[in-house]
């Protein structure tokens, strides 16, 4: 509870395509990312981010806006679902400063979401 509060998660979904797919999404990113958890009908992966882009961030603490652009290359916990007959990636990662921070990071996982799906959509 303390976590949370002294770094909140930035979340991002993204509806990908249809179930059909489920299956090849998986084992491709088997080759790409660290598979930390795999159940029926979900699967969490750790996608690397730059070590440096969570630097950037510190330019709130100096009265800068926190800027989407600053976390572009963010690493984060990628939950790829299967539920409805759909393809669904969530991301999740918890932001230090979170809230100056949680909106411009959640806007950043949204754009990596959409680069890992763009095969798929």
Same mark, same amino acid.
């Given at each position: 509870?303390?976590?949370?509060?002294? *770094?909140?998660?930035?979340?991002? /979904?993204?509806?990908?395509?249809?179930?059909?797919?489920? *299956?090849?999404? &998986?084992? /491709?990113?088997?080759?790409?990312?660290?598979?930390?958890?795999?159940?029926? +009908?979900?699967?969490?992966?750790?996608? %690397? +981010? #730059?070590?440096?882009? %969570?630097?950037?961030?510190?330019?709130?603490? &100096? +009265? =800068?806006?926190? %800027?989407? =652009?600053? @976390?572009?290359?963010? +690493?984060? #916990? $990628?939950?790829?679902?299967?539920?409805?007959?759909?393809?669904?990636? =969530?991301?999740?990662?918890?932001?230090? $400063?979170? @809230?100056?921070?949680?909106?411009?990071?959640?806007?950043?996982?949204?754009?990596? $979401?959409?680069?890992?799906? =763009? /095969?798929?959509?």
């Amino acid at each position: 509870m303390l976590l949370d509060l002294l *770094a909140p998660r930035a979340r991002s /979904n993204l509806e990908v395509c249809a179930e059909s797919a489920f *299956a090849e999404i &998986i084992e /491709n990113f088997e080759h790409k990312h660290e598979l930390k958890r795999q159940g029926q +009908g979900f699967a969490k992966f750790r996608v %690397d +981010g #730059d070590f440096f882009s %969570d630097l950037k961030a510190t330019q709130v603490l &100096i +009265g =800068k806006e926190a %800027d989407p =652009k600053h @976390y572009s290359k963010v +690493g984060f #916990d $990628l939950i790829v679902i299967c539920s409805e007959g759909k393809v669904w990636f =969530k991301a999740e990662e918890r932001v230090i $400063l979170g @809230y100056f921070e949680t909106k411009a990071v959640a806007q950043a996982l949204l754009q990596q $979401l959409r680069e890992l799906a =763009k /095969n798929y959509i």
